[in-house]
């Protein structure tokens, strides 16, 4: 299973970072076209095309940055000129369904395409229905499920497990964008998924990760009324990200379930 890693560009200082990628290289890192052209060349710099994952940025845009449709437009066609420039491998569709609707997803989708020659990973939200994703099993072989970051409840895990399964026994590779619960992630066979709690956990939660027994575990870091020097956690959480990322490269999950 491939963990990408993802707002590599947050946290630390441009030394911690040069430093840290020194000692411990990650092999996988996801960047969004929203953070910019050179946000994303950097994280394709440092692992190269096959372990560089574009995300398109519509999380940004459907949880609060407002944006119209031909200020989307726009957008995609910067989205394509860069695919295009830097030979991009992977890439995702422009997901935007709660703002624009599932038929201009699919114009834009096929825009991409289109001018870059290459198919975009389609993501799957909820609303699209369990035969629309059937439908991206079979015509693609590289699909993702969104909405697992914050619009997934505890209780739907089981059903995104089978979705997941459904495509795997096919032969189609699944991504979990935002799906790094690491207690449990290796009961679903994800192909890839991504992560940016290595950063979150240190900023938000002053929360020191550690890799220990092929889990991520998050310790509150009490320092005793000082003030936590958060790009040093980041820095510690970012090497112990990618001892995980190494390790569950090697993991695979057994697939039984046939139907959804």
Known sequence: MRIFLAATNSGMTRTQKT?????????????TFFKGEKACL????????????LDSGAFSYMNGKQI???????????????IKKYDVKYFFEMDVDSI???????????????Q?????????????????????CKEYDYIAIGGLVLGAKKQEYPYY??????????????????????????????YSVDSSSWLTGAARGKQKHTFQNGIIV?????????????????????CQWV??????????????????
Request: proline share 3%.
């Open 243 to 260: 001892l995980y990322q190494k390790y569950m490269e090697g993991v695979r999950v057994c697939v039984k379930q046939k139907k959804i």
């Open 19 to 31: 430093e840290v990628i020194k000692k411990y290289p990650p092999k996988y890192i996801l960047e």
């Open 161 to 190: 497990k089978k979705l997941v399964e459904y495509a795997t026994i096919r032969g189609v590779k699944v991504h979990g964008l935002g799906f790094t619960k690491t207690k449990i992630l290796q009961e679903y066979p994800f």
């Open 42 to 53: 950097e994280a394709m710099q440092i692992v190269g095309n096959e372990g560089f994952l």
């Open 100 to 114: 624009f609707g599932i038929e201009a997803v699919e114009q834009w989708r096929k825009q991409i395409e289109t």
């Open 218 to 238: 998050s310790k509150k870091i009490n320092n005793y009324g000082k003030k936590v020097k958060i790009g040093k956690v980041c820095a510690y959480n970012f």
């Open 68 to 82: 119209t449709k031909k200020d989307m437009d726009n957008y995609v066609k910067k989205y394509i000129c860069f």
């Open 116 to 136: 870059t020659g290459k198919k975009c990973i389609p993501v799957w939200h909820k609303q699209r229905g369990v035969e629309y994703w059937k439908k991206m």
